[in-house]
């Protein structure tokens, strides 16, 4: 009989590497087919917030008007939780949000007639506006004399050095500009509007026009959201917790931030108002110095009054004091600290004197409007029609700034001619870019 030796040992050493390898690619297709879900999911909701794909296909947020009862509730961000109080809805990244239970209609338009009435109303206004809007890419771009697209027109010549006109950042591309410097850009992602604000050019009332479409502040009165911009108390809408602005999208999306900024830039109608510049600046002077001001006395006054206003001893601590002792800035010694070089090695420029162009951007955001004070009821006008909103509101004109361009010659007349000629160098872009002339008349003895 054969003898049978021994069973031969399994080689160890030749099975291993094959079951590793199996455990490899089965843990390798796993997480392909996890990240696989997580990304299509990131994707459907990144794109439903920023518009590209949408939840709702349904709706045009153009043309959602909430007094019919039929907006879904918007929310933005990158996250599904969100929770509900009374009319107000938020999402758990603090961004403002808009539910169909608040209706945006100011009070004189809530009548006996009904919502019926209204919505029968509201349709046919809009198509009336349609019936002279053309295709939907002019219904983005409203143009009436030509006068919008000459203004832009004329941006797009600063910008290209057509005007061989120089100044810092005229080449730079937006993504080199820092997140700080973005900060004037508020975001209405309900509306798809970015308006950049600019202090002492009606800024006060277009903001109180975006408190009141975010829906972001509650009257003590009714309850609930403000639906008159006159209504707002004008020192509360300077409050920067009430705006989404282009500098909180780092602390808000990370990495996604410059990409999402370039999405809304392309698909939201961007407006800015603007106003001669030294006019601006005079009324800077009168607003912020021409009475006491604790804040500004602060910060800058009592700067001024040392460098330039050769004052002896200590200065009062209080802007009240110093104006009783007639100790205040003059609008000299103002225009040498802007002149001065060591002004903005120490601190950028405060908003209410800075560039327009430093503050909006315009050489690399394309804006669909540009206002100006000087003509700022007919351009408000033109901008709400625009917006597909002036059957909602109306702006706020309100009490008009009385600082006039006719001021300049008697403002500057104790100016020294050089430092009028440093100061229009200092602002030149600005008059170059949104075709306000060169003030010969103070530029000359």
Request: overall charge neutral.
């Amino acid at each position: 009989m054969e003898l049978i030796g021994p069973l031969r040992p399994t080689n160890e050493k030749c099975l291993l590497p094959s079951v590793m390898t199996m455990g490899i690619w089965r843990g390798l297709r796993v997480a392909f087919i996890l990240g696989s879900l997580f990304m299509i999911l990131l994707i459907i909701v990144y794109w439903d917030d920023v518009g590209g794909f949408n939840l709702y296909p349904l709706q045009d947020p153009k043309r959602c008007y909430p007094q019919s009862g039929s907006c879904p509730r918007v929310t933005t961000g990158l996250s599904f939780s969100t929770s509900t109080t009374g009319a107000k809805t938020s999402s758990s990244l603090t961004i403002p949000t808009t539910t169909s239970s608040t209706k945006l209609i100011p009070e004189k338009r809530r009548g006996a007639a009904g919502d019926e009435t209204q919505e029968k109303e509201d349709q046919q206004e809009q198509k009336e506006v349609e019936k002279t809007r053309g295709d939907e890419e002019e219904e983005r771009i409203y143009v009436d004399d030509g006068e919008q697209e000459a203004r832009k027109q004329r941006i797009m010549d600063v910008c290209s050095g057509k005007d061989a006109v120089e100044f810092p950042g005229r080449t730079l591309a937006f993504e080199q500009i820092s997140i700080r410097e973005l900060d004037h850009l508020i975001v209405d992602d309900t509306h798809q509007i970015i308006y950049c604000y600019v202090p002492k050019v009606a800024c006060t009332n277009w903001k109180r026009v975006m408190v009141v479409l975010s829906q972001s502040l509650i009257s003590p009165d009714s309850g609930k959201p403000y639906t008159d911009p006159e209504a707002l108390p004008p020192d509360i809408v300077h409050n920067s917790s009430l705006y989404l602005t282009f500098a909180k999208f780092w602390r808000r999306y990370g990495s996604l931030s410059r990409h999402l900024m370039a999405l809304k830039l392309q698909h939201y109608t961007k407006f800015l108002f603007v106003r001669d510049p030294f006019v601006r600046l005079i009324s800077a002077f009168r607003n912020k110095f021409g009475r006491p001001n604790k804040d500004f006395y602060t910060y800058f006054g009592s700067v001024i009054l040392r460098r330039y206003g050769n004052v002896s001893g200590s200065l009062p601590e209080k802007a009240a004091e110093a104006f009783a002792a007639g100790i205040k800035p003059t609008f000299e010694q103002f225009i040498r600290y802007l002149l001065d070089p060591e002004t903005e090695k120490e601190n950028i420029f405060n908003e209410h004197w800075r560039q327009v162009y430093r503050l909006c951007h315009p050489c690399q955001i394309k804006y669909d409007f540009i206002g100006q004070l000087e003509t700022l009821e007919n351009d408000s006008d033109k901008l709400l029609k625009l917006l597909k909103l002036d059957h909602l509101l109306h702006f706020p004109l309100g009490a008009r700034n009385q600082t006039a361009a006719s001021w300049e010659r008697d403002w500057f007349a104790q100016i020294p001619l050089t430092m009028r000629k440093q100061l229009y160098k200092l602002y030149e872009a600005d008059f170059k870019l949104f075709g306000y002339p060169k003030p010969e008349g103070i530029l000359h003895e």
